[in-house]
């Protein structure tokens, strides 16, 4: 592989302290990612190691020193961010997808997309009435559909929020458990309140939950209603079976907006049952009005291990590689 040493000159040191990290933490990653070598020396950086690592790696430095050049403040996660949204795509402008921000001032909390997707999802919420996110666990598709609900209800966009999501654990038969309503179904909704809290204080969240302004309700309790100005989620929709998402789809009233977020490689439907998601996909791709979003392991956004182990799997799944190789302590 042929080798390129090259020199990087950053001349606000500030800035420049910035970018390194704490530690040369920032620069660590780098070497980590792309296997080069990264040497500090005084305001430069020194890069040695293959041609195309070396320009991703440059590409990715310049773009994060301009980024904090404006007060965006890199953090190792977003050097890491960073290489895989120019691996991807090497045209990439990280400003404008770092500086896509969602606040939400009741918690003070800032939001911004990490991956190219992630960007191309928030873009279609704002400019589509009706969204799906389709993707592995840890894409942020839930997560990011929260923070622009909140934002658009905060802002006065939409009057109410509505959260779904199947309960197909309990096949959605809640009449035969025990409690009321509220301790029927919140084990099944518990991720949705889990993001909710994320984004919103304790008190804030439920006083609005309270006053029905965010509503936390599984799939079936959706029949026979009609949405107006309501930003409507459904969580985990390849657990809704084909006469569930036309219900759900069909739901959708004036000044409304909807998100639909699963995986459909994670379906709990009983063997043989076709999920709703991937005939929905089917049915309406191509259809003005509607954008879908695929989100692949490169958008998972937990820790690194858990990319790791999504890969894992597929080889396994796909009989490259056995399974049951991972390090034991036994073994070391």
Request: with cysteine; net charge negative; hydrophobic share 40%.
């Amino acid at each position: 592989m042929p080798e390129e040493r090259k020199k990087i000159v950053f001349p606000e040191q500030e800035a420049f302290q910035s970018l390194v990290g704490e530690n040369n933490r920032h620069i660590q990653v780098l070497e980590n990612k792309l296997g080069i070598a990264v040497h500090v020396r005084g305001d430069s950086l020194i890069l040695e190691g293959g041609d195309w690592q070396v320009e991703l790696a440059e590409r990715a430095l310049r773009q994060l020193y301009e980024l904090i050049k404006v007060r965006y403040p890199v953090f190792v996660n977003d050097v890491d961010y960073a290489v895989r949204i120019l691996s991807a795509d090497p045209n990439a402008d990280l400003k404008k997808i770092f500086k896509d921000e969602v606040y939400i001032p009741s918690s003070k909390k800032l939001i911004t997309p990490k991956t190219i997707h992630q960007k191309a999802y928030m873009d279609a919420i704002r400019h589509y009435d009706m969204v799906f996110g389709i993707g592995p666990a840890g894409t942020g598709k839930t997560y990011l559909a929260m923070a622009m609900a909140i934002s658009f209800l905060l802002k006065k966009s939409v009057k109410r929020v509505v959260l779904a999501r199947p309960a197909v654990e309990a096949g959605e038969r809640l009449g035969f458990l025990p409690g009321d309503l509220a301790e029927k179904v919140n084990p099944y909704l518990r991720p949705l309140y889990d993001a909710l809290h994320d984004m919103m204080d304790f008190e804030s969240a439920s006083r609005l939950l309270q006053q029905g302004v965010i509503e936390v309700a599984p799939l079936a309790f959706m029949r026979g209603r009609t949405l107006n100005d309501s930003f409507v989620i459904l969580d985990e929709a390849q657990n809704a079976t084909p006469e569930q998402m036309k219900m759900f789809l069909t739901r959708l009233g004036y000044s409304s907006k909807a998100v639909i977020t699963g995986d459909v490689t994670q379906t709990d439907l009983p063997e043989g049952k076709v999920s709703g998601l991937v005939e929905a996909r089917r049915i309406l791709e191509g259809i003005g009005g509607i954008c879908f979003i695929q989100f692949s392991r490169e958008d998972v956004i937990r820790h690194p291990l858990v990319q790791e182990i999504i890969d894992a799997y597929e080889r396994t799944e796909s009989g490259k590689a056995p399974a049951g190789t991972g390090h034991s302590p036994e073994a070391a």
